[in-house]
């Protein structure tokens, strides 16, 4: 992570999530992260909110017996740290950079007295904390078939409603990559999916 000393940039993004505050916090920071880096750790808590503004993450949780658990992709207007700040730190997810990410950061401590008092930030924080939570459950418990899974992802997971990689598809539907290219030949062929590209594909309008 680095901080981008430019006031003008800060200022300009912000301006663009100006309508989930009631006033400008404090101090803030424009912050940038690199493909890769990861975000947050559940061993190290996140101690600031990040809004993300440009470009995607994604978000995942590791079960019980070492698995990773996909949880969504997400891109600018996302809140991250609402875990952290309602108190429900030991349940935070990893969060990973999926392409360079800009990011307004609030640390909490600096932000606490101000944030606490904005009805209009706290509201902006319960609906992320619901959808979040919300689709964690239902991509566990709506879909049975890996058809219903990759309908579903498409549909409610992907912010674009597009497969970008069938390798990086693997993991969130827990399939192999046998089993997935069947399913996509068969979607595709019901006309339910398009392909857009080597390995690429976009659920139809």
């Known amino acids: 992570m680095r901080e981008i000393a ?6 300009g993004f912000f301006a663009r999530q100006r309508e989930h505050f009631s006033r400008r916090p404090p101090v803030m920071k424009l912050v940038e992260f690199e493909k890769g880096e990861l975000i ?18 994604s978000i995942y949780n590791l079960t019980e017996d070492g698995s990773i658990r996909y949880i969504s992709e997400a891109a600018a207007g996302t809140l991250l740290g609402d875990m952290e700040f309602s108190g ?7 969060i990973e950079a999926g392409e360079t990410v800009l990011c307004l950061a ?3 401590r600096e932000n606490l007295g101000c944030l606490e008092n904005d009805p209009v930030f706290l509201r902006f924080v319960l609906r ?15 879909a049975q078939t ?16 597009e497969i970008r ?17 069947r399913v996509l030949k068969k979607l595709c062929e019901e006309g339910r999916i398009i392909k857009t590209g080597r390995g690429r594909y976009r659920l139809r309008d």
């Not at 689709?135 to 566990?140: K, Q």
């Not at 990689?165 to 399939?175: A, E, F, I």
């Open 6 to 11: 430019d006031k003008s940039s800060l200022e």
């Open 40 to 57: 947050n750790d559940p061993l190290q808590p996140l101690s600031r909110f990040y809004i993300i503004v440009k470009g995607s993450v």
């Open 88 to 94: 429900a730190g030991n349940q935070s997810f990893y």
């Open 106 to 108: 609030l640390p909490f």
């Open 128 to 142: 992320q904390l619901a959808g979040k939570l919300s689709l964690s459950a239902m991509i566990t418990a709506a």
């Open 146 to 161: 890996l058809e219903e899974k990759l309908l579903f992802f498409l549909s409610r997971v992907q912010p674009d409603h």
């Open 165 to 181: 990689s069938v390798n990086q598809t693997l993991q969130p539907l827990h399939c192999s990559r046998r089993q997935l290219q």
